[in-house]
């Protein structure tokens, strides 16, 4: 399964985060009824890689987010993070850790707090470096990011666009080795959706961080992602890997390109396919 | 804009004019109701035996020089206002408590929701029977009308707070105390500032009652809150006092509700701006 070496966790700054699942299982056991959402899934994910993980609604890719992220324990296997057990056989759930930021599907922005307030969260919480230098660092990243203007407006005041991209960068700011992105632009149309996948590769260009993403949508998968990984409908497993053979820096040139259309075909057949069995097993739940 | 200016802009404003114009013709037609035996030669049912705004604000005017007057409203709004105060001390955070820990809520929960339905004023014999005074009993159910309307908004508050929160906080390294600071607390602040607007009109509600049924707790009628102002009234014969009295808790009531909310405003600004 593994087709991109892991580099060695002692590496500097940028190049680290290299995630390996190996042989995990989830099976959830709310009142009798096991349901296996995560089905003995084995990935290497490389440092400073966008891997997108592509399969449909409800398949269990939230559940190995989260396994990774530290929110729910696995059944059995293991991930490992730049060689270090983050959860394992006598360690099933992870410790949430700034060295692994959720963007979440809905945004986790706080509320209550201005968005200059969100992007210092988190080194604040550390309590590592002062105020003002944390807060230097915070506009200076925003400014990077071209949220000047956004600094003292509350999330709640701003497009849901530049809501992610706060949150990306209040990520950032934790210096993560990995981002957990879960279908973060699901509920975006497609126009700001366009804007919003050129805006995180430009971030993405100036801080080489691993990317899991969790997507639907084959065409964002496919544009932002260095590698697919097509998972099979709960339990959820990987299906079908392909790598993205479409150079980096990307634009959005790209959609239209002879080689994006040829990887769409390629993939859309599994990913239809899967998707149909998911509708299928969704009726019957139903 | 100047201050006056936007005064000015309000009052004129199309629903400030469309307000004085409801009032003003809900004042003229009272006073045609009132004085219909006089001007109609009939008694209108209802309205008819109500004094007349003009009669009503003769008397007010009368009352605004006695000292009798102002200190009723002293001794309500200070009623309220430690009726209230203990409500948001205790019940804050005791619904923080038990949103926070399961073990809390499973041993506090049941006797609060036993204890909930029972109306303030069923409480006033026992209160007078339990506490020494007669003015801790009467701020005892004012405590009560707002207590549990307090409890029940902080903790249904707290209890659904999004976990995506709790975890991007976590993973960016908050402590339990820094979570609970810096994420339960403002999360809660909207139902808190909920919870007490409606507590406080109930404490209101409750008050006058209260000072009604007790004897106002003071030795005249002058130290006995604008309950016992408006019963005094009533076995007095003034029926002008009698609607002093009671639109004197609306303005008093509306005038705590008003500060309330700007206080509330100020303390979550984030919903203030949308």
Known sequence: ?286 | MSGIERIRKKIFSRSGLRAAVALLAFVVLWEIGSRSKQWLGITLPWVGKIPAPSTVLAVWAGLLGDVGYWQSWLMSLFRVLAGFSAAMLIGIPLGLLMAVSRTFHGITFPSLELLRPIPPLAWVPISIIFWPTQELSIAFVTFLGAFFTVVINVVGGARSIDSRYFQAAQAMGASQWDIFRRVVLPATLPSIVVGSSVGMGITWEVVVAAEMISGGGGSSASGGGLGFFIWNSYVGGSYEQIVVGMISIGIAGYACSEVLRRVGGYLTPWLQKR
């Open chain 1, 1 to 286: 399964m593994s087709s991109v070496p892991i580099p060695p966790a002692d590496q500097k700054s940028g190049s680290q985060g290299a995630i390996r699942i190996d042989d995990v299982v989830k099976i959830y056991d709310p009142d009798g009824a096991a349901v296996m959402a995560v089905d003995h899934c084995s990935l290497d994910i490389a440092a400073g890689e966008i891997c997108m993980i592509v399969g449909p609604s409800g398949c269990g890719k939230t559940t190995l987010l989260n396994a990774i992220a530290g929110f729910h324990s696995i059944t059995s296997g293991r991930i490992f993070l730049d060689g270090e057990l983050l959860c394992g056989p006598d360690k099933p759930l992870a410790d949430p850790g700034s060295d692994r930021i959720v963007v979440f599907q809905n945004g986790a922005l706080f509320p209550w707090k201005t968005n200059l307030d969100n992007v210092a969260f988190g080194p604040l919480m550390k309590g590592k470096l002062g105020k003002n230098e944390i807060y230097e660092k915070a506009r200076g990243m925003m400014a990077d990011a071209g949220l000047s203007g956004a600094e003292n407006n509350y999330p709640g005041e701003v497009s849901s666009g530049l809501r992610r991209r706060v949150e990306i960068v209040r990520a950032l700011m934790n210096s993560p080795k990995v981002l957990l992105f879960d279908e973060p632009y699901r509920a975006l149309d497609s126009l700001t959706k366009s804007v919003m996948h050129e805006a995180l590769l430009e971030i993405y260009y100036k801080n080489k961080v691993t990317i899991f993403f969790i997507t639907h949508d084959l065409e964002e998968a496919i544009f932002l992602g260095h590698r697919l990984v097509i998972m099979t409908t709960r339990p959820c497993r990987p299906k079908k890997l392909l790598e993205v053979d479409i150079p980096h820096p990307r634009d959005y040139g790209v959609l239209t390109s002879k080689r994006f259309r040829e990887l769409m075909e390629e993939t859309s057949a599994v990913v239809h396919e899967e998707a149909k069995k998911s509708f299928a097993a969704g009726e019957k739940e139903g």
